[in-house]
């Protein structure tokens, strides 16, 4: 079945870049994407990569995805202390209601 | 403001109550979602809605119980959970098609006593 793994856990310092990894097995990823969850908040969709590109930047954030690998990761440039929370992982496949969500890496900024 | 909207936020309950949880969502999608956020779990999805329809109920408990009226409002429907139905519950909403981007409410924090 489908799996998508994430490290439970990341610390940086305010103003370093944060680099948060995420693997996933289906191969027939169609779409990959990053929720951002702030404390007793919903999830909130930060970005999307589409299967057929090896990266994609939206400002301060930097997608790039590995196909051959399965790998996906978020860059997040000049990490701010709003930047603290849960970030999670999500792909879509086998159908466009199919998604399966990782556990979500809580991203903590040092001031 | 992701334009999926969930009453209450909080909702504290007996294991002998009867209570609903509510979801409203202003755009214009086709398909409407609960999933379950317990700590240092994945993100469960429960239920799936398409036009009304259910066509997803991912091995469910009975004590929930979904309803969708239309393809705005969801409801859940809750009835002598057990204390570790506690968690966040969360509505979403997404288009039909390929690019189906799921839009999420900011969450119903339930907790059963």
């Known amino acids: 079945g489908e799996d998508v793994e994430q490290s439970l856990f990341l610390s940086v310092r305010e103003g370093d870049s944060s680099v948060i990894n995420c693997t996933y097995t289906?191969?027939?990823?169609?779409?990959l994407y990053w929720y951002k969850q702030e404390p007793g908040a919903g999830l909130q969709l930060l970005t999307y990569i589409f299967s057929n590109m090896d990266m994609k930047q939206d400002q301060r954030l930097t997608v790039l995805l590995n196909k051959k690998d399965k790998h996906l990761s978020l860059r997040i440039a000049d990490t701010q202390t709003g930047d603290s929370a849960i970030y999670f992982c999500a792909e879509v496949s086998g159908g466009y209601q199919k998604v399966t969500f990782g556990i979500g890496t809580k991203l903590q900024v040092i001031p | 403001e992701t334009g999926v909207t969930q009453t209450p936020r909080h909702l504290v309950m007996g294991m002998t109550n009867k209570k609903s949880l509510k979801c409203e969502q202003h755009?214009?999608?086709?398909?409407m979602y609960w999933y379950k956020q317990s700590a240092k779990k994945p993100l469960e999805l429960m239920f799936v809605y398409n036009f009304k329809e259910q066509t997803e109920n991912n091995s469910v408990p009975s004590r929930f119980s979904p309803e969708c009226p239309n393809s705005s409002h969801l409801f859940l429907h809750l009835h002598t959970l057990q204390p570790e139905d506690s968690a966040l519950y969360l509505c979403?909403?997404?288009?039909?098609?390929?690019?189906?981007?799921?839009?999420f409410g900011e969450g119903s924090w339930l907790t059963v006593v």
């Open positions: 979403a909403s997404s288009p039909q098609g390929l690019e189906n981007t799921i839009y």
């Open positions: 289906d191969s027939s990823s169609t779409y």
């Open positions: 755009l214009g999608h086709n398909a």
